[in-house]
């Protein structure tokens, strides 16, 4: 059973930047994929950044040039950097994991860390 733990969240002001972590308890490259999602309250969960195996990276239009998602293989870490946070990214930030398993795909999830941005 693959685990997703995600560390880094908080309460930031408007502007400021918090980086999330999600560790997994296997090889990063043994997934194909990677990728973040928040849940506002009250709201579906929604794809905010996702890093394909071979390295493709897509982000929502509402983060991109703020967001930067990267990895550490050797720690089977993902990271998100978030900057210039507004109130509307106030959330719980989730890690997935796509595993293909023919025919196919198994999703993993973290228990996600809230990120609040308020002043």
């Known amino acids: 059973q693959v685990q997703l733990a995600e560390s880094g969240g908080g309460t930031v002001e408007p502007g400021g930047s918090l980086r999330l972590a999600c560790v997994a308890s296997?090889?990063?490259?043994?997934?194909?994929?990677m990728g973040w999602y928040r849940q506002a309250p009250g709201n579906q969960r929604e794809l905010v950044a996702s890093?394909?195996?071979?390295?493709?990276?897509d982000y929502d239009d509402s983060v991109n040039g703020r967001f930067t998602v990267s990895r550490d293989g050797a720690k089977n870490t993902v990271y998100l950097q978030m900057n210039s946070l507004k109130p509307d990214d106030t959330g719980v930030y989730y890690c997935?994991?796509?595993?293909?398993?023919?025919?196919?795909?198994?999703?993993?999830w973290g228990q996600g860390t809230q990120v609040t941005v308020s002043s």
């Open positions: 890093l394909r195996a071979n390295g493709w990276i």
């Open positions: 296997r090889s990063i490259f043994s997934f194909a994929s």
């Open positions: 997935k994991a796509e595993e293909t398993r023919f025919p196919g795909t198994v999703d993993y």
